[in-house]
């Protein structure tokens, strides 16, 4: 129900038009009919009513404030309903942002990082003693190695030389306890030959060593240039300080490939 200030009146709602019948809203809610008949004038749904002498009457000004309430109230709502998709098309566009962008550049991050600590990482080589295997500005691939019994005679190996602080690359020869004998640059590994492919330039250098537990013997493939295990004070590595095994060949492009 409505009371009117201007005039004091009690006035109703019309809920609907039924026929002959209109339905009003009154007090506190309260639905009832009347007969179209009782209105003076053409009436509409929506419109304010008040009674006088058993007849109601349209009350123009209550009604128009209540349109112009009504409209106020649906553009406040659709201005809601806008912010809302707004909110949900920014909060969807961040979303896509995120999934589509920030997680994987993320993901590929920390799956290259932890490929270069725990698997895989890139070398130079910058030197001439592994020619012909490995050439002056070649790239490899090497894995990292975990299991030292799992090296092999003949491997490319990348280590770090305490004696002269640098990281090598050379290949394996003598394993833990071996006895490996040079004579007139023939390499003997426990009295026989071993049959060596890849030699490049050969030398005449002359030598026995016996491989302590725990360490390794090293020889480059470009014996005349090669500065390794023959040369060093100390001739063998720790097994701690290898670091890696050459696989695969990345650059130059005409000749990627396994490294052997």
């Not at 007090?27 to 304010?48: L, P, R, T």
């Not at 309430?69 to 649906?74: F, V, Y």
Request: aromatic share 12%; hydrophobic share 35%.
């Amino acid at each position: 129900m409505i009371k009117s200030k201007a005039m004091g009146k009690k006035e109703y709602v019309i809920d609907r038009i039924e026929g002959e019948y209109v339905v009003l809203e009154g007090s506190e809610g309260v639905i009832f009919n009347i007969e179209k008949k009782c209105i003076a004038g053409e009436a509409k749904e929506g419109d304010i009513l008040y009674e006088k002498d058993n007849l109601y009457y349209i009350d123009n000004e209550a009604t128009k404030l209540r349109k112009k309430e009504i409209e106020k109230l649906m553009i406040m709502g659709r201005m809601t309903e806008n912010n809302i998709e707004s909110n949900e098309k920014k909060r969807g566009s961040i979303e896509n942002f995120i999934y589509e962008w920030i997680i994987p550049i993320i993901s590929a991050f920390i799956i290259t990082f932890l490929i270069h600590k725990f698997v895989l990482y890139k070398v130079y080589i910058p030197t001439e003693s592994m020619v012909p295997t490995l050439n002056v500005g070649d790239r490899l691939f090497v894995t990292r190695v975990y299991n030292l019994d799992k090296l092999q005679r003949g491997d490319i190996l990348v280590f770090y030389s305490e004696e002269l602080q640098e990281d090598l690359i050379k290949r394996l020869i003598g394993l833990p306890g071996d006895k490996i004998e040079i004579k007139n640059g023939v390499v003997y590994v426990n009295g026989e030959i071993l049959e060596e492919d890849y030699i490049g330039a050969k030398d005449t250098v002359n030598g026995v060593y016996e491989v302590p537990e725990g360490k390794y013997f090293f020889l480059g493939d470009n014996r005349l240039y090669s500065k390794d295990s023959r040369y060093w004070i100390n001739p063998y590595i720790d097994g701690k300080d290898i670091a890696g095994k050459a696989q695969i060949k990345v650059y130059p492009f005409d000749q990627i490939g396994k490294v052997k």
